[in-house]
């Protein structure tokens, strides 16, 4: 577990959290068939994530949410390649438990876009049995929270707008940033923190 001096290391590590709508996104029982109504109760219980940062022994399960979620083409893709051989930032890399179990997980990797530091966030993932419970969410903002008291600047993205949009992330201007390799323009995003200008240039992995 990494100590230190910045706060988010001796405090993130133990954040509890209850979800804004436990309740969403639950089927209602019917009651025709009482072992459905049983699943479905137990499914609406609140669920009390514990919000914790990723230790090594939580590699296996990590790496299974991201092959359930992404499957074997994933390290193909370009944002995957972004990362090869770098190690994501421990102080910034978040699971999340429902009991003991790990169901989510989010990532911030160092990389540079141009000559300016920044992280490159992801792969968000949640176990589909605990989707749309607010889990997603809330591991972003634990992450994007940690990355701004660490003083980042910038954490770029791959991924859909309307999801990471509210979160306070923006389409990249066409050509401002390239990536050394395919990727959707619509789909690059950033959230530039601390007050920083959205830096420009190509990205490559590390700092
Ligand atoms: C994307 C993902 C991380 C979301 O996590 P989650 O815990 O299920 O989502 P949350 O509970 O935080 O948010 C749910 C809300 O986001 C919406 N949402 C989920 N995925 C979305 C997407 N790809 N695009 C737009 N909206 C999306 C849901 O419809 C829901 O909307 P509502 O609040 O209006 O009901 C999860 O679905 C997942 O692991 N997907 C597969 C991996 C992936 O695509 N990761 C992101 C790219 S790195």
């Known amino acids: 577990m990494p100590t230190g001096h910045c706060p988010v290391r001796v405090v993130a590590p133990w954040f509890r959290h209850l979800t804004r709508n436990p309740f969403r996104g639950q089927a209602e029982g019917t009651g025709a068939d009482p072992s459905t109504s049983a699943r479905n109760l137990l499914a609406m219980k609140p669920i009390n994530w514990f919000v914790r940062l990723e230790v090594p022994a939580d590699d296996a399960a990590v790496e299974n949410l991201q092959s359930v979620a992404f499957g074997p083409g994933r390290f193909a893709r370009t944002a995957f390649r972004i990362r090869e051989g770098i190690p994501h930032d421990p102080a910034l890399s978040f699971v999340g438990l429902a009991g003991d179990e790990v169901v989510g997980s989010v990532r911030l990797t160092p990389i540079r876009i141009g000559e300016t530091p920044a992280m490159l966030l992801g792969p968000l993932t949640v176990a589909p ?79």
């Open 129 to 207: 049995e605990f989707k749309n419970r607010g889990l997603g969410k809330l591991l972003l903002r634990t992450a994007l929270d940690a990355a701004s008291r660490q003083g980042e600047t910038a954490v770029l993205l791959v991924g859909d707008p309307p999801y990471y949009g509210p979160l306070g992330f923006l389409p990249v201007s066409f050509g401002r940033i390239t990536l050394p390799g395919p990727v959707d323009p619509a789909r690059l995003l950033i959230a530039t923190l601390n007050g920083a200008d959205v830096p420009s240039g190509p990205v490559r992995g590390g700092r």
